[in-house]
């Protein structure tokens, strides 16, 4: 499979987050270029969802988010599907990896690219730039 490239239209329009966006996007290329290590990723993953999910919610709850059940409810989804995905790969399933990648691409397509850019857009409305960064930081320690 061809890689996927990095398009500005991918961003949310906030560094932090869409560093982290970048993080997911590198593992979902490495999946495609069969380069993962099916034993790491899975670590990787959760690594990875644990900061960035409990970074997230919690930003969105100090802007008062509409949508953050909705979006708390996605994020379980992702855990759960991962860790699916991980006892397919532990118990020798072989199209365990191609569906890891599968989902990745979808949830990037998905989630990142509406769900995300929806409450980045809200948080849009209620503060300024300044104020925004400043939020992120905070939410991400």
Known sequence: MDQLIWKSNFSIGIDEID????TLFMYLNKGMAGVIDPDGIFDNLKAYAGLHFSGEEKLMRKIGYPGLEGHQ?????FVERVEQLERAVIGGEKQAVSQLVSFLRDWFLEHILTEDKNYANYMRTKMNED?????VAYSYE
């Open 19 to 22: 560093q982290q966006h970048k």
């Open 73 to 77: 409810h996605q994020h379980r989804l």
């Open 131 to 135: 104020d925004i960064i400043f939020l």
